[in-house]
């Protein structure tokens, strides 16, 4: 326990991985434990999107819009295997906003935040445009569109780690901090492997606490801080179902409760419809969606849907606990999706805690993170603003090359089918090549699991990405849990838990512990 880390961070979600990117490339020595899996909590339960945030203009949150706005291009940049745009459909329906108020919205989003490269607003006619036709025929006449990105949210956070660790930053997965408590000015951290019970300490000048709805809990654990800033969590359910039409745009739905829903192409052969907002209250890692969600979901989108969507539709549905700011808001849906900072001095040792947030803005967070304790850490090596320019792994390259890419995975390994080859480039980027290795055929990346997924993926992604389990490879660093069986998903468990009791070595992790 001699060492002492620069900065110590508490929570594996996109939050705590930014800060944890953004403070090892400054030159700051780096410690984050994560009690689950990476993104295992908030981060991989979003709605998909890099995006401004259009209703949230309607709470005058400008600030936030314009930031998310700036924020887009930027991620789009250095991650642009697994974030693309999308262009978003918004029919006018009489009964609710009027229509100069969606175009002074829009107006807005398209001006205040920078754009350069995403197309800008247009007006559509939904009785001739094809983006009008899966929707119910004579309601709706008109509509607009306009610019926003998709996202792999999960692997958003895994790739943010691997850079993190890639600079020298110690990741520490399935690693609960039991207990924080200041020592002559020092944090001492304990972490108590949640695999094995095993328990260690570290030392660390600064403390972030990123626990997302635990936010609370970890001031907690004997850090001798009481919180002056609350956390509501607000639950937000998200159903899939195949694909509802054959056009690659989005749609933004208006309720007459005066919320939103997005309808959004997902994976290729579905389509996935979200979100709710509703107070919770309980234990964020049990958080389901309710039949009552679901039915409000199936029922927001047949409003606007030709073919009616139906309970008995659903294929997945997964469910999140945002940890707002409590700003006495008293609808969940007015609540405010800023972040807000707490920073605490007990003893000297800086002690930040963060509240609420958004993907979009992860990376903005994290620099104004580590402004609020430069006086405690080491100067700069790098530049402010770096996160913005480097890219994240397997993202070296141009916007509009991922297509190319997947082309030239299948002309280098032309035993991958098209849709084989298309889904690794998403996913991994210029790294594909790195799990492909230098296999001549199918069967040289070893067993097959079905969908797509082979032993060399498995393999990858423990050693690289921090995966433990079946759930963290076919949920998280991939969605393939939406092709593959039960019967599947059990076989890649069992294989994963025989080859490591085995002492297979390639399924330690690399990056970090588990």
Same mark, same amino acid.
């Given at each position: 326990?001699?060492?002492?880390?620069?900065l110590?961070?508490?929570?594996?979600?996109?939050?705590g991985?930014?800060?944890?990117?953004?403070?090892?490339?400054?030159?700051?020595?780096v410690?984050?434990?994560?009690?689950?899996?990476?993104?295992?909590?908030?981060?991989?339960?979003s709605?998909?999107?890099?995006?401004g945030?259009?209703?949230?203009l309607?709470?005058?949150?400008?600030?936030?819009?314009?930031?998310a706005?700036m924020?887009?291009?930027?991620?789009?940049?250095?991650?642009p295997h697994?974030?693309?745009?999308?262009r978003?459909v918004?029919p006018?329906h009489s009964?609710?906003r009027?229509a100069?108020?969606?175009?002074l919205?829009?107006?807005?989003?398209?001006?205040?935040?920078?754009?350069?490269?995403? !197309?800008?607003?247009?007006?559509?006619?939904l009785?001739?445009?094809?983006?009008?036709?899966?929707?119910?025929?004579?309601r709706?006449?008109k509509?607009?569109?306009?610019?926003?990105?998709?996202v792999?949210?999960?692997?958003?956070?895994?790739?943010?780690?691997?850079?993190?660790?890639?600079?020298?930053a110690?990741?520490?997965?399935?690693?609960?901090?039991?207990?924080?408590?200041?020592?002559?000015?020092?944090?001492q951290?304990?972490?108590?492997?949640?695999?094995?019970?095993?328990?260690?300490?570290?030392?660390?000048?600064?403390?972030?606490n990123?626990?997302?709805?635990w936010?609370e809990?970890?001031?907690?654990?004997?850090?001798g801080?009481?919180?002056?800033?609350k956390?509501?969590?607000?639950?937000?359910?998200?159903?899939?179902?195949?694909?509802?039409?054959?056009?690659?745009?989005?749609?933004?739905?208006?309720?007459a409760?005066g919320?939103?829903?997005?309808v959004?192409?997902?994976?290729?052969?579905?389509t996935?419809?979200?979100?709710t907002?509703r107070?919770?209250?309980?234990? !964020?890692?049990?958080?389901?969606?309710?039949?009552?969600?679901?039915?409000?979901?199936?029922?927001s989108?047949?409003?606007?849907?030709?073919?009616?969507?139906? !309970?008995?539709?659903?294929?997945?549905?997964?469910?999140?606990?945002?940890?707002?700011?409590d700003?006495g808001?008293?609808?969940?849906?007015?609540?405010?999706?800023?972040?807000?900072?707490?920073?605490?001095? !007990?003893?000297?040792?800086?002690?930040?805690?963060i509240?609420?947030?958004?993907?979009?803005t992860?990376?903005?967070?994290?620099e104004?993170?580590?402004?609020?304790?430069?006086?405690?850490?080491?100067?700069a090596?790098?530049?402010?603003?770096?996160t913005?320019?480097?890219?994240?792994p397997?993202?070296?390259?141009d916007?509009?090359?991922?297509?190319?890419?997947s082309?030239?995975?299948?002309?280098?390994?032309?035993?991958?089918?098209?849709?084989?080859?298309?889904?690794?480039?998403?996913?991994?980027?210029?790294?594909?090549?790195?799990?492909l290795?230098?296999?001549?055929?199918?069967?040289?990346?070893?067993f097959?699991?079905g969908?797509?997924?082979?032993?060399?993926e498995?393999?990858?992604?423990i050693?690289?990405e921090?995966a433990?389990?079946?759930?963290?490879?076919?949920w998280?660093r991939?969605?393939?849990?939406?092709?593959?069986?039960?019967?599947?998903?059990?076989?890649?468990d069992?294989?994963i838990?025989?080859?490591?009791?085995?002492?297979?070595?390639?399924?330690?992790?690399?990056?970090g512990?588990?």
């Amino acid at each position: 326990m001699d060492r002492v880390f620069d900065l110590a961070i508490v929570g594996g979600g996109i939050n705590g991985c930014g800060i944890a990117r953004d403070a090892v490339g400054r030159g700051n020595s780096v410690f984050l434990c994560e009690m689950n899996d990476l993104a295992s909590g908030t981060s991989s339960w979003s709605t998909k999107l890099v995006h401004g945030g259009l209703r949230y203009l309607e709470y005058y949150e400008f600030r936030l819009v314009r930031h998310a706005l700036m924020e887009r291009e930027i991620l789009w940049q250095i991650a642009p295997h697994i974030i693309r745009p999308l262009r978003f459909v918004l029919p006018h329906h009489s009964g609710l906003r009027p229509a100069w108020l969606l175009r002074l919205g829009l107006f807005l989003y398209d001006h205040i935040g920078g754009r350069h490269l995403l !197309p800008p607003t247009r007006s559509v006619d939904l009785v001739h445009d094809e983006v009008g036709k899966p929707l119910i025929a004579n309601r709706y006449t008109k509509g607009f569109e306009y610019s926003d990105c998709f996202v792999d949210d999960a692997r958003l956070v895994v790739l943010t780690a691997r850079d993190a660790a890639d600079r020298g930053a110690e990741i520490r997965t399935r690693s609960r901090a039991v207990e924080i408590r200041q020592v002559e000015g020092i944090w001492q951290v304990t972490v108590e492997s949640t695999i094995t019970g095993e328990r260690t300490t570290i030392q660390a000048r600064a403390l972030v606490n990123a626990g997302g709805p635990w936010v609370e809990q970890v001031l907690s654990s004997g850090s001798g801080v009481n919180a002056r800033a609350k956390v509501r969590l607000v639950q937000g359910s998200h159903i899939v179902v195949p694909r509802l039409y054959q056009h690659d745009r989005a749609y933004i739905f208006q309720n007459a409760d005066g919320r939103i829903i997005f309808v959004i192409p997902y994976q290729n052969d579905f389509t996935l419809i979200g979100t709710t907002d509703r107070d919770y209250d309980g234990d !964020p890692a049990k958080v389901k969606a309710t039949d009552e969600e679901i039915r409000y979901l199936c029922a927001s989108a047949s409003e606007y849907l030709a073919k009616p969507v139906k !309970p008995e539709d659903v294929v997945w549905t997964y469910s999140g606990v945002r940890p707002l700011y409590d700003d006495g808001a008293s609808e969940a849906k007015a609540a405010t999706r800023d972040y807000v900072f707490e920073l605490d001095t !007990p003893g000297g040792a800086p002690l930040l805690s963060i509240y609420g947030g958004k993907i979009t803005t992860y990376r903005r967070l994290a620099e104004e993170a580590l402004e609020r304790l430069a006086p405690y850490l080491r100067s700069a090596k790098a530049e402010q603003g770096w996160t913005g320019k480097a890219p994240l792994p397997g993202g070296d390259m141009d916007v509009s090359a991922v297509a190319a890419l997947s082309a030239e995975l299948t002309r280098k390994y032309p035993f991958l089918t098209a849709a084989h080859a298309g889904r690794l480039a998403h996913a991994y980027g210029t790294r594909a090549t790195k799990l492909l290795g230098s296999a001549k055929s199918f069967a040289d990346l070893g067993f097959s699991f079905g969908a797509t997924l082979t032993e060399s993926e498995v393999r990858y992604l423990i050693a690289n990405e921090w995966a433990y389990s079946a759930e963290d490879i076919v949920w998280r660093r991939s969605k393939l849990g939406l092709r593959l069986s039960a019967d599947e998903v059990t076989a890649l468990d069992e294989w994963i838990k025989a080859h490591r009791a085995s002492g297979d070595r390639p399924l330690r992790e690399a990056g970090g512990r588990p």
